[in-house]
């Protein structure tokens, strides 16, 4: 069994040290139903039998979901919710967004619940979660398998430089405490976002 099905698995036993999947919904309410819309997405673009999808042709099955009168979602919050599964299956996740910041210099990952950004010389707590163990290590791979590295319970450490300069450092459980740990040192210049944007 990989660490990702045994961290899985864990989470739905509903072992201490694990957010219960109630706490998750009092952070998000629409934990379950973009949970959901991914899985469903990634079902129907299986079943079409494409290796890869576009950024448009995406971007419009997340928009079709969303706006779906099934799933009951309100018009005001539509928007932050399709970009959040976007950045879920296209980009890294709760990440994007601190990536895409010039003003963070570092991003520093502390398990699914302590994401700290570095900026002007100063370390800050950002309201920003994962879902989990397994959300963190899915971006972390998502991050270093570009560059043709990976990172598993049998190598659950990565030290490399991104292709715009950027340091990556990550290290995952068993040799890892506190769960999946990530640092992210922002070099170069900044990333062109018009490839980016949702």
Do not use: C, W
Not at 95 to 117: A, F, K, R, T
Not at 129 to 152: C, E, L, M, P
């Amino acid at each position: 069994m990989s660490l990702l099905d045994r961290m899985e698995n864990q989470k739905t036993t509903g072992k201490p040290g694990n957010p219960g999947e109630s706490e998750d919904k009092l952070s998000d309410p629409y934990l379950l139903i973009k949970r959901k819309i991914h899985s469903d997405i990634i079902d129907s673009v299986n079943k079409k039998g494409k290796a890869n999808v576009d950024r448009e042709a995406m971007r419009q099955f997340i928009n079709d979901a969303v706006n779906s009168d099934e799933n009951n979602i309100p018009r005001v919050d539509r928007i932050r919710i399709a970009v959040e599964i976007f950045n879920d299956i296209m980009g890294y996740g709760p990440l994007e967004e601190l990536l895409d910041n010039p003003d963070y210099s570092e991003i520093m990952v502390n398990g699914p619940n302590h994401v700290y950004v570095e900026s002007a010389g100063k370390l800050e707590l950002t309201g920003i979660t994962f879902r989990d163990d397994a959300h963190v290590i899915n971006v972390i791979d998502r991050i270093v398998s570009q560059i043709g590295r990976h990172i598993d319970e049998s190598s659950p450490m990565v030290d490399a430089r991104l292709p715009d300069g950027s340091r990556v450092n990550a290290v995952i459980p068993p040799i890892s405490l506190v769960g999946p740990v990530l640092t992210i040192r922002k070099f170069g210049k900044k990333t062109d976002n018009s490839q980016k944007a949702y």
